[in-house]
C-alpha cells in the first residue's frame, strides 16, 4: 500500500520517471531537485503577463498564462495550458504537469504536481506530491515540518516507517477532493478518490475510496440584549 501504484496513476504525468520501481512513494520527492536540475530546458512558450516576475532557469509550457502578480522563481518547470494566477507563489524545486490551476496566494515549494490538479485559492503546498484531478479547497495547508523538528515517521497498520526526511508533507492520491481550510501534518498520506471534509486535521494513512468526515457540535442558545 505504500508504493506509488497505490496513489498515482502514471500516465497522468510527465515526470513520471522520477519513481523508480520498488520505491516507496516518497522516495520521489528526495529526488525532485536533482531532476528539475537535469531535466529542466529554460523556455517561455506560454502567455506571460509583463507584471509577472520569472526569474531565469524557468520552463513554461505552450498555452500556460501567467497572470500579472504571479512569482516564479528558478527551478521550475510548468506544464501546457495551466494558470498560475495573480498571488502565486513559486518558489522552485516545483514540477507542475498540464491543465493545472495554481491560484491566488498559493504557495509551491520543493513537489510534484501531475496532470489537471486544482489549487485555486489561499493554498499551501511544500515537500509533497499531488496526484491527477485532485483539488484542494480554499486554505488547505499541508504542514511539512514537525515542530521538533525531527524526521517525519509514518504509522501504517501498526508498522513504523522512518522516512528519513525532516520536510515532508503530504502524498494526496488521484482525484482526491479535499474541503476548504483543512490541515496536513507531516507525513499524511490520501489514497485515491478520497474525499476529506472542510475544517479537518490530518495525520498519517488514509486509505483510497473513503470519506474522512469531521463531525462538529453546536449550541444554540437565545441572544438576550
Not at 513504523?160 to 483543512?182: M, P, Q, S
Amino acid at each position: 500500500m505504500l508504493q506509488f501504484n497505490h496513489f498515482f496513476d502514471l500516465d497522468e504525468c510527465e515526470y513520471r520517471d522520477i519513481f523508480q520501481d520498488g520505491d516507496l512513494v516518497w522516495d520521489g520527492l528526495k529526488r525532485i531537485p536533482d531532476y528539475v536540475k537535469t531535466n529542466l530546458k529554460p523556455s517561455i512558450q506560454g502567455n506571460l503577463s509583463p507584471l509577472a516576475v520569472v526569474e531565469e532557469n524557468v520552463a513554461i509550457g505552450a498555452g500556460t498564462v501567467v497572470e500579472a502578480g504571479a512569482v516564479i522563481k528558478a527551478n521550475t518547470i510548468v506544464g501546457k495550458n495551466c494558470q498560475i494566477r495573480s498571488g502565486a507563489y513559486i518558489r522552485g524545486n516545483v514540477l507542475i504537469g498540464d491543465r493545472c490551476t495554481i491560484g491566488h496566494t498559493t504557495e509551491l515549494k520543493n513537489c510534484l504536481i501531475f496532470n489537471d490538479v486544482e489549487l485555486p485559492h489561499f493554498v499551501y503546498v511544500g515537500d509533497s506530491i499531488l496526484g491527477g484531478k485532485c483539488h484542494l479547497g480554499a486554505g488547505v495547508k499541508i504542514s511539512n515540518l514537525k515542530v521538533d523538528r525531527s524526521s517525519v515517521k509514518v504509522k501504517i497498520a501498526g508498522q513504523i516507517y522512518d522516512t528519513g526526511l525532516v520536510k515532508f508533507g503530504a502524498i494526496v492520491g488521484r482525484e482526491v477532493e479535499i474541503g476548504c481550510n483543512c490541515v496536513l501534518n507531516p507525513g499524511t498520506l490520501i489514497g485515491k478518490r478520497t474525499l476529506v471534509y472542510a475544517n479537518s486535521s490530518l495525520r498519517g494513512y488514509y486509505p483510497g475510496n473513503s470519506i474522512v468526515k469531521l463531525r462538529q457540535s453546536y449550541e444554540i442558545v437565545e441572544r438576550r440584549n
